[in-house]
């Protein structure tokens, strides 16, 4: 497989393809630091944020919101109302703050009023939204949510979220892959004899977590820090919206990561993969960013993957 290590806009959307371990990844979307941002992921049939309506977006069934920033869930309503305007018969997950529930149950009610020709005069707020699992970020923080619409024959795809340090309240999630694997004390034991143990009704496996994709939505280098999964976990989908000296303060100040801050804790790193996204709007595409990049530390280039 030939590895994309940076993409640029192809008809508005970004491609990156990726292997990681024995997993490939085909990754899209689109994301601009204050503009919009929307990463999906075809493999696991999830969408990270829904800053802008890409309309492959809506075929993917589990959508993970970071945080209530308008860049980065403006478009779920149209993507709720798109799903009940042409009578898509799909369940999906949306997994989001719970602060964001009651304001994006409210656009997606007005939406729904103007999509159906009504006066937008709304006498009843959404209590359910059509086919959708609603699931708020804190809820997650604790125990595995399961992806949807996403399964092989021995395994599953479940997600945590994680607590991230922003402006605002945000999280980031990571997702695993489950499966099951003998116990401790089964293993080593021939065929016939499991056979024997299973007739008693005993369990005899335990479920094992694999994490495989992070994703840190917005958030300062403290966020991913704080969090040992996030550094540890196979592919990092992580920010990086500034790389010049310029642009330290601002990054401080709205609570984002400098490429200073990567490189300066690049051992903490264990990552196979690192994809960087939400570049401020002034690096458009890679050459705007290749003089402070060419010299990080090698272990570090060789993870590294660019979403432009």
């Not at 994301?31 to 992921?41: E, F, P, Q, V």
């Not at 209590?127 to 125990?143: A, I, R």
């Not at 994703?215 to 996030?230: A, R």
């Amino acid at each position: 497989m030939d590895e994309i290590k940076y993409s640029y806009q192809n008809n508005g959307t970004t491609n990156i393809k990726t292997k990681v371990g024995s997993d490939t990844y085909n990754i899209r979307g689109y994301s601009r630091a204050g503009l919009k941002t929307s990463i999906m992921i075809d493999e696991l049939n999830v969408v990270f944020d829904m800053g802008y309506a890409d309309e492959k977006a809506f075929s993917y069934d589990n959508k993970l919101i970071s945080h209530g920033h308008t860049d980065h869930i403006g478009s779920l309503h149209i993507d709720h109302c798109a799903r009940q305007l042409y009578d898509i018969k799909k369940g999906k997950l949306i997994v989001m703050p719970y602060r964001c529930f009651d304001p994006f149950k409210m656009l997606s009610t007005a939406f729904s009023e103007m999509n159906c020709g009504k006066s937008g005069d709304i006498k009843k707020i959404f209590d359910k939204l059509h086919l959708t699992q609603l699931v708020s970020s804190e809820s997650c923080l604790d125990k595995y949510q399961y992806l949807i619409g996403v399964s092989k024959p021995i395994s599953n795809f479940v997600l945590k979220s994680f607590l991230m340090d922003h402006k605002i309240e945000a999280f980031g999630y990571i997702i695993y892959r489950v499966s099951r694997k003998l116990k401790s004390e089964y293993v080593g034991l021939q065929p016939h004899e499991i056979i024997q143990i299973k007739k008693t009704s005993k369990c005899i496996t335990t479920d094992c977590y694999t994490s495989l994709v992070g994703y840190t939505g917005d958030t300062s280098i403290d966020g991913v820090l704080n969090n040992s999964e996030l550094l540890n976990v196979r592919l990092l989908i992580m920010e990086c919206t500034g790389f010049g000296p310029n642009d330290i303060c601002q990054c401080n100040e709205g609570k984002h990561i400098h490429w200073e801050d990567i490189v300066k804790n690049s051992d903490k790193f264990k990552n196979d993969k690192i994809l960087l996204f939400h570049f401020s709007q002034k690096y458009k595409v890679y050459e705007d960013i290749a003089e402070y990049i060419h010299e990080c530390p090698k272990e570090l280039a060789n993870k590294l993957l660019f979403f432009f």
